[in-house]
């Protein structure tokens, strides 16, 4: 049974008090809590696997293992690693002579983390990573979309963190709702763009800081000179990855017109590597659920009416529209126009539509029309052209002759920019996201720059301002 608002508020408040009376977690402690995750999810490896699976219908083990747990790990890993420096105390500066200034990074207090079903293991531990480093306990609330996983995840960390550290909330969007109205001293959501009106809406009541990990339409921008068979391989390497349902996949594919037809051909090839069978195919992730797959399937319908040439890169011999199933084949749609859903909403899915472009000023001013993305994902060898890209557009990320790569380098900032989310996490910069930087001075003696600001104000005082204003 989920439990009541009131019930996840006294929850919190018990946190909150804790962290009041033991105050800014040591080093050590910090370690041991992201050293303890560690220790959860590799001696729960192959239950955390199965339950996923089982969630899903069919999930890709190896997709687990290396996008939600070694993802996962890695990152904590990286903060663990990394913490003293981090911690350590800036370098005192002199902003005026005689006075001390430094600044120090303290705790938020009680960060909220509400996780998605699509990678629900690394989604939530990804931002603990950084929670936990900043010295701050959480609350987690894992998707009702994924039941086997978080009431897993719920007993797993029942039994391996006391529950004003590190606790979870199941429920689905009722709890949902109340777990994104109360008074966290951080929230971090990720999911999409339409809920985070809602998350932010209610955050907003309590003036509650949020981060917003959502998603977009990430494009695929082909230069003149790519090699179409390595762009084909690569796109359709994550495209395929957990059949398409990632906030970071390519949503569609920006071609220099004239190629359509040869990038088509390519991507056949490369799916037919990848997954010569697909129905009872292991390692070909199930849609969610019947849901999911019968939206992938009326995007596919709705272009197909308009007019769209749609190509299903499945196995010939294969049938994929049974619902009980949920494998939804890997699909490119060419002829596209904005009047589709397909060009209008977030696929999440294996469905991948084509837009061509007579010259790069119109594929950039293209990709500029629209709402600002998750990732951009630039093929070209050509320095000039990379350039063009990076200077010319705005994204959460860039990525150049790959797809996705970027979400696994912990060094790196992962997060969005406009309707692709706000804030970002992963290594120092969740550290930072989760700290309060305070800044600390201390007066000199004689008080100098106190007595610029006190009454009366004398001729020497004026003369001593115009001559700091002047140089």
């Not at 480093?133 to 029942?158: F, Q």
């Not at 959502?214 to 395929?240: C, I, Y």
Request: some cysteine; overall charge negative.
């Amino acid at each position: 049974m989920a439990p009541s608002a009131a019930q996840i508020h006294t929850q919190l408040d018990a946190m909150k008090a804790a962290q009041l009376r033991d105050g800014a977690p040591t080093a050590a402690l910090r370690k041991d809590r992201i050293g303890r995750a560690i220790a959860l999810l590799r001696s729960n490896k192959d239950a955390l696997v199965e339950a996923i699976n089982a969630d899903y219908s069919c999930r890709g083990k190896q997709q687990t293992l290396l996008a939600d747990l070694l993802a996962s790990i890695e990152g904590l890993r990286f903060n663990h690693e990394h913490l003293d420096a981090w911690m350590t105390r800036p370098a005192a500066s002199e902003p005026f002579p005689g006075v001390a200034a430094r600044v120090e990074y303290q705790p938020l207090g009680i960060v909220g983390i509400i996780s998605p079903w699509n990678f629900p293991i690394v989604l939530a531990f990804g931002p603990l990573a950084g929670a936990f480093a900043a010295g701050n306990r959480a609350i987690i609330k894992p998707s009702e979309l994924t039941p086997a996983t978080s009431e897993l995840l719920a007993e797993l960390i029942a039994r391996d963190f006391d529950s004003d550290e590190l606790t979870t909330v199941l429920g689905g969007a009722e709890t949902g709702a109340a777990f994104s109205a109360l008074p966290f001293d951080h929230l971090v959501f990720t999911g999409s763009t339409q809920v985070a009106h809602h998350v932010m809406r209610a955050a907003s009541g309590n003036l509650v800081p949020v981060t917003l990990e959502l998603g977009g339409k990430s494009p695929v921008l082909v230069g003149e000179d790519a090699d179409l068979q390595r762009v084909a391989e690569r796109v359709m390497t994550v495209k395929t990855f957990n059949a398409g349902q990632i906030c970071l996949s390519p949503d569609y594919v920006l071609l220099p017109a004239g190629r359509a037809d040869a990038f088509v051909e390519h991507a056949k090839a490369a799916v037919s590597r990848m997954y010569p069978s697909i129905r009872a195919n292991p390692n070909y992730t199930a849609m969610i659920d019947v849901r999911g797959f019968e939206r992938q399937l009326s995007l596919v319908d709705d272009a197909r009416q308009q007019g769209a040439k749609v190509v299903s890169l499945a196995p010939a011999h294969e049938d994929l529209s049974d619902p009980a199933v949920r494998k939804m084949a890997p699909t490119v749609i060419t002829g596209t126009t904005q009047s589709m859903r397909v060009m209008q909403e977030e696929i999440f899915g294996p469905v991948l539509p084509v837009v061509t472009y007579e010259s790069f000023d119109e594929a950039l001013a293209y990709i500029n029309a629209r709402p600002r993305p998750l990732a951009l994902y630039y093929f070209g060898d050509d320095t000039a052209g990379q350039e063009r890209v990076s200077k010319g557009t705005t994204s959460g990320a860039l990525v150049v002759n790959d797809a996705m790569t970027h979400v696994f380098f912990d060094s790196l900032p992962f997060g969005g920019v406009g309707a692709s989310g706000m804030g970002h996490y992963h290594g120092e910069f969740g550290y930072r996201t989760f700290s309060h930087a305070k800044p600390v001075v201390i007066q000199s003696a004689g008080g100098e720059s106190n007595l610029l600001m006190r009454a009366p104000y004398l001729a020497a005082t004026e003369a001593a301002v115009n001559g700091l204003i002047d140089g």
